[in-house]
Structure formats: structure tokens, C-alpha cells
């Protein structure tokens, strides 16, 4: 669980930005979002496979540019 220490002369908005760093490298937007709604496995299989594809399509660009 992210957290964070503050001083008695820490800025408000310093500690906020310092929070809100904190909180997207944990990833808990993230995950928040991804478990908003319920994915059927099927349909989660499905975009892995997807997200995938498009990884070896981007690389596969890359290397050719070369």
C-alpha cells in the first residue's frame, strides 16, 4: 500500500504529486480498471492473443526498418 511521510513544512501539492507517483507505480489504476467489469476467460484469452500479435507485428516493423 503506498504511503507517504510528511514534515510539518512539507508543500500540499508536493506531497501529493510524491502520492499519486507512488500509486501509478504500484499500478492501482490499473488493476482498478481492469477489474471494473467482469471479462469472461474466454474473452481474456482472446485479447492476450491479440496483445500478442501486435507486439510481434511492432517488433517484426522494427526489425525490418532496420
Request: no cysteine; net charge neutral.
Given at each position: 500500500?503506498?504511503?507517504?511521510?510528511?514534515d510539518d513544512n512539507d508543500n500540499f501539492e508536493i506531497a501529493l504529486r510524491r502520492f499519486k507517483k507512488q500509486v501509478e507505480k504500484a499500478g492501482i489504476l490499473s488493476e482498478l480498471k481492469k477489474r471494473q467489469h467482469y471479462e469472461k476467460p474466454s474473452i481474456q484469452h482472446k485479447k492476450k492473443q491479440a496483445a500478442a500479435k501486435k507486439r510481434l507485428l511492432k517488433k517484426m516493423r522494427k526489425i525490418k526498418a532496420m
Open positions: 500500500m503506498p504511503g507517504i511521510q510528511l
